[in-house]
């Protein structure tokens, strides 16, 4: 059974910063990627980042590009998205995603619940 359990979402104010983390349960990260996303109110969701094989690749949409960076801790089965110099339009519900392709959600097969983060500005 694949667990993933988010948190690290909080209001911040634009300029701020702010690290998620997705812990996850049950799951080999060798063959897929990891990934984050966000959604926000009447929006669709959106691939903000992924990496893949084991973390030798990451790739990010290029509004978070320079600003975010995603990383994993095999050890801790944790998968980290550090989130700096934020702006109000990153605002948004945040999900922990595992086993797919890249940044495109309709590939993962696991979701976590979610983790608000709001930007003021």
């Known amino acids: 059974q694949v667990q993933l359990v988010e948190s690290g979402g909080d209001s911040v104010q634009a300029g701020g910063s702010l690290r998620l983390s997705c812990a996850a349960s049950?799951?080999?990260?060798?063959?897929?990627?990891m990934g984050w996303f966000r959604q926000a109110p009447g929006k669709e969701r959106e691939g903000v980042a992924a990496?893949?094989?084991?973390?030798?690749?990451?790739i990010y949409t290029d509004s978070v590009k320079g600003r975010f960076t995603i990383s994993q801790d095999n050890a801790k089965n944790t998968v980290y998205l550090q989130m700096n110099s934020l702006r109000p339009e990153d605002t948004a519900l945040y999900y922990c995603?595992?086993?797919?392709?890249?940044?495109?959600?309709?590939?993962?097969?696991?979701w976590g619940q979610g983790t608000q983060v709001t930007v003021s500005s």
């Open positions: 995603a595992a086993e797919g392709w890249a940044r495109i959600a309709t590939t993962y097969r696991y």
């Open positions: 049950g799951y080999s990260w060798i063959k897929a990627c």
């Open positions: 990496i893949c094989t084991g973390g030798g690749s990451t």
